[in-house]
């Protein structure tokens, strides 16, 4: 079976929740258009990765005015029972294409926010969301931790879909995670934009025997609305310069890395190559070596089948 699919490296409406969904909408549509089967969307696209803030935060204290930017990023971010997720289900339907964005997400259970990536069927809507179950440094400030239950994955018409956020996917034992579920395009949506990054997911490429779909924002510091410009005097005008790629089961870049330019890399990924490379390689097949290690994860779901 072939896929085509696309990887969008583009920048947010900067903490704007209904414009930045928008944008997203305009670009499923767009690409739909060009025949892609299945888009991705960066790290936090909705309402955009805070990189540079600090929230007013260090050991010890908070500064008000730290405390006042964490409440718009909450009221800019996404509950997943609310009209947003329906526009987005919406878009997906209308377009018959598999969605895959990042967001920050908020619950109606809690005033926490969660760094979380949702999958979205063109027939069953939303199904599921993977929650971080690290956030990287001083993302803990604003990131809630999840558990077991948010390693998910998705058995759908165009091939088992799951996958890791950044630098969760620097933890072995999460990526076998997804391994063990048969992931067959593995998705991990970043801010990192270092040159390794390139490395990192030409390895969970060759590891996992899977196709492998990096997503990072393009973002520069005057793309940041004049409000929160004070907030990054010190960081660089090329703040984000993306990186997104696309990988095949033998490492092979497919396409990108994409530097320095917004763009959306787009490839028709033949599924059949997965069982190809297995024939030397498979970390849960006849490399797995059972018989010496045992491997389990507390709470995680079985792979969800679509019903429609």
């Not at 987005?88 to 377009?95: F, G, H, T």
Request: glycine residues 8%.
């Amino acid at each position: 079976m072939k896929v085509k699919v696309g990887v969008v490296q583009d920048s947010p409406v900067f903490f704007n929740k209904d414009k930045t969904i928008e944008k997203i909408v305009n670009i499923t549509k767009k690409h739909a258009k060009l025949g892609c089967e299945l888009l991705v969307f960066p790290e936090s696209f909705i309402p955009g990765y805070p990189r540079g803030f600090s929230f007013g935060a260090k050991v010890g204290s908070r500064t008000d005015e730290g405390r006042k930017l964490y409440a718009e990023y909450y009221k800019n971010s996404i509950d997943l029972k609310s009209e947003d997720l329906k526009l987005l289900e919406e878009v997906s339907k209308a377009n018959m294409i598999y969605l895959v964005i990042g967001i920050t997400e908020k619950l109606d259970t809690n005033g926490s926010l969660y760094c979380s990536t949702v999958y979205i069927s063109p027939t069953d809507g939303l199904l599921g969301v993977h929650r971080k179950i690290k956030p990287t440094g001083t993302e803990r400030i604003i990131w809630g931790e999840a558990n077991g239950e948010s390693l998910v994955s998705f058995k759908t018409k165009i091939g088992k879909l799951g996958g890791l956020i950044c630098w969760e996917n620097y933890m072995p034992l999460a990526r076998m995670s997804m391994y063990q579920k048969g992931v067959e395009i593995y998705i991990a949506p970043t801010a990192d934009s270092r040159d390794q990054w390139t490395a990192t997911m030409q390895h969970i490429a060759l590891e996992g025997r899977c196709f492998v779909l990096g997503c990072n924002q393009y973002y520069t510091k005057s793309m940041y609305p004049a409000q929160y410009q004070h907030l990054i005097d010190n960081e660089d005008e090329n703040i984000c310069p993306g990186g997104s790629i696309i990988v095949s089961p033998m490492g092979k870049i497919i396409a990108g890395p994409l530097f320095g330019e917004p763009g959306v890399l787009t490839a028709e990924l033949d599924l059949e190559e997965i069982n190809q490379s297995k024939l030397d390689f498979d970390v849960i097949g006849h490399y797995a070596r059972n018989d010496i290690f045992n491997f389990t994860v507390k709470d995680q779901p079985e792979i969800k089948a679509e019903k429609k």
